[in-house]
């Protein structure tokens, strides 16, 4: 399966049908610190065809096609990893952003990811589906069953942007991801910020008690990195390691820091 099939509609166009508009996808690791610097997982974000950036794409989806945009991200981030070969990567999983809102009921709209999955030969269980913590949900339990629904057919859950808002701690009270992913607010500067690391100890207290997995997000820094490590996360995204590529896999670099792998 080409590139090119995919930024057409890999599945026969349908996808795209009455969106108005095209997209396709870049991939930026997650790194395993703690593990020689293998990709832990690749994280599918949206692009325009041009090399419009995800607000362009974003600015593009409406009420009237939020259900159908929803669709086409899921069904094309699965599409674009397997023909790049991430399926065949040992333990490497897929991060796929989703709008809730866009869920009208999670048994019928999950039903064209996992055949999306049965089709490229990508195990579901390797599939994380995120949402931003920023995402304004309009019915929290309906959010609730969206996560109960996917973890029962085997797919992953995370909240991405952890401590960015002010709902963060209300969602984990009602549901428990299996990932959370802390924010780059809370991860700048966090060697020389005393209370930044003091607030993400806590959130990892929280995790550890709740068997949840904590990923830090927007890593610049090799202080950042290190200090991290130290509070206890190895799994980590950001500039560092490597920056987000239309349709590409990239290899994450360590160069900078050998003493975390």
């Keep these: 399966m080409t590139a090119e ?3 057409g509609g890999g599945c026969g166009g349908q996808c795209t049908e009455g969106l108005g508009f095209d997209f396709t996808m870049a991939f930026q690791p997650i790194v395993d610190v703690g593990g020689g610097g293998r990709p832990w997982a690749h994280e599918a974000l949206v692009r325009g065809l041009d090399g419009q950036g995800a607000g362009w794409v974003l600015s593009q989806v409406t009420e009237a096609n939020r259900y159908a945009f929803d669709q086409a991200c899921r069904v094309k981030a699965i599409e674009l990893a397997a023909s790049l070969g991430m399926g065949q990567q040992p333990d490497t ?3 796929i952003n989703f ?3 866009a869920v009208y009921q999670p048994e019928a709209c999950i039903r064209a990811t996992l055949a999306a999955a049965r089709r490229t030969g990508f195990p579901p269980e390797r599939i994380i589906f995120e949402v931003t913590e920023n995402e304004r949900v309009v019915d ?3 959010l609730k069953s969206i996560f109960t629904e996917y973890k029962r057919q085997g797919f992953h859950t ?4 952890f401590g960015s808002g002010y709902s963060g701690l209300n ?7 299996d990932i959370i992913k802390l924010d780059m607010e809370l991860t700048r500067s966090i060697d020389t910020d005393r209370a930044r690391r003091s607030i993400v100890s806590a959130i990892l207290t929280v995790c550890r008690d709740l068997g949840i997995t904590p ?3 927007g890593i610049e820094t090799p202080g950042e990195a290190t200090a991290l490590r130290d509070l206890g996360i190895t799994l980590m995204q950001g500039y560092l390691f490597a920056r987000p590529a239309v349709e590409t896999l990239v290899v994450p670099t360590m160069e900078f820091a050998p003493a975390l792998a």
């Design 215 to 217: 990923v830090a997000e």
């Design 158 to 161: 995370a909240i991405d942007d």
């Design 140 to 142: 929290g339990a309906h």
């Design 99 to 101: 709008l809730p809102n």
């Design 93 to 95: 999983r897929l991060s």
């Design 5 to 7: 099939r995919i930024r």
């Design 171 to 177: 969602l984990l009270a009602e549901f428990q991801p």
